[in-house]
């Protein structure tokens, strides 16, 4: 699992930055995709780094940031991604 971390750690990244400094939309996004998350049976605490919970079981990633990652997907499909991760790279140069 800390393979896959280290893939996405970009992805991570940004939603750290994006729970931090927060966004009116970026909110809005996250609220919609915890909704599924809550209601998903790998919703747990199978955390790649401990203490970062409730994360998702599946890939090991926290819930907190992930859901607010706009170029990460779920690993089972439930969301999709909104940007990709240049698209996101951009935004941020704004």
């Keep these: 699992m ?6 996405e ?11 931090v400094m927060r966004d009116e939309f970026v909110e809005e996004v996250a609220a919609l995709r915890a909704e599924l998350c809550n ?31 706009l170029s990460s997907n779920c690993p089972l499909d439930k969301w999709k991604s909104l940007l990709s991760e240049e698209q996101e790279d951009k935004l941020d140069e704004l």
Excluded at 2 to 7: A, D, G, P, T, Y
């Design 2 to 7: 800390l393979k896959q971390i280290w893939k």
């Design 39 to 69: 209601e998903c049976p790998s919703k747990g605490d199978k955390c790649v780094v401990p203490g970062t919970g409730p994360c998702c079981n599946e890939c090991g990633c926290s819930l907190k940031f992930k859901t607010r990652s």
């Design 9 to 19: 750690r970009s992805k991570i990244l940004e939603g750290i930055k994006n729970s």
